[in-house]
T-cell receptor, first 113, second 111 residues
Framework: DTGVSQDPRHKITKRGQNVTFRCDPISEHNRLYWYRQTLGQGPEFLTYFQNEAQLEKSRLLSDRFSAERPKGSFSTLEIQRTEQGDSAMYLC???????????FGPGTRLTVT | AQSVTQPDIHITVSEGASLELRCNYSYGATPYLFWYVQSPGQGLQLLLKYFSGDTLVQGIKGFEAEFKRSQSSFNLRKPSVHWSDAAEYFCVRYNFNKFYFGSGTKLNVKP
């Protein structure tokens, strides 16, 4: 297994544009998490999926953010009408539901200009 | 509110010296606690975890942590630091399907 992968690794976009990130978890992992990490801070929970069901969403996840995991495998995180405050590292992690060991991807660094 | 506090933003130790990184958690009940390390350009890696049982847990890379309920603490220790340990360390708490990260402690290792 190659671990958790994220694409793209870097994204530069202009304010107001939409962006979409992809996360491919470890294949047998049924839980998938999205986090946002800004400079000098620890990752903040955004949302998580158990298989294809989105079970939790943070209040940080405004209406401009949406996440999907259509077949319980890969997941996408879309940000509509990006703002400069959305600039951050977006991290994906996966785990089995029987334990709580998260495996993190390398992240997607978003810069909104 | 549930939170994890890492009071030290930066710590510098000499190579070969011992290390202790502090972590305090709030909000009662038996917590599920973790330490992760984030090296420059690399993803977060799990060092160790505590769910229950023996309050001294061993992890990878020679790290250990001790859970102290009376102090609401879960400090990370290493007896002899190596230059490759320079990284950022996060204490994490799991509760109600969410993971709560501390703000991290950056470790610098002097030669």
């Amino acid at each position: 297994d190659t671990g958790v992968s994220q694409d793209p690794r870097h994204k530069i976009t202009k304010r107001g544009q939409n962006v979409t990130f992809r996360c491919d978890p470890i294949s047998e992992h049924n839980r998938l998490y999205w986090y946002r990490q800004t400079l000098g801070q620890g990752p903040e929970f955004l949302t998580y999926f158990q298989n294809e069901a989105q079970l939790e969403k943070s209040r940080l996840l405004s209406d401009r953010f949406s996440a999907e995991r259509p077949k319980g495998s890969f997941s996408t995180l879309e940000i509509q009408r990006t703002e400069q405050g959305d600039s951050a590292m977006y991290l994906c992690a996966s785990s089995l539901s029987v334990d709580y060991e998260q495996y993190f991807g390398p992240g997607t660094r978003l810069t909104v200009t | 509110a549930q939170s994890v506090t890492q009071p030290d933003i930066h710590i510098t130790v000499s190579e070969g010296a011992s290390l202790e990184l502090r972590c305090n958690y709030s909000y009662g009940a038996t917590p599920y606690l973790f330490w992760y390390v984030q090296s420059p350009g690399q993803g977060l890696q799990l060092l160790l975890k505590y769910f229950s049982g023996d309050t001294l847990v061993q992890g990878i890379k020679g790290f250990e942590a001790e859970f102290k309920r009376s102090q609401s603490s879960f400090n990370l220790r290493k007896p002899s630091v190596h230059w490759s340990d320079a990284a950022e360390y996060f204490c994490v708490r799991y509760n109600f399907n969410k993971f709560y990260f501390g703000s991290g402690t950056k470790l610098n290792v002097k030669p």
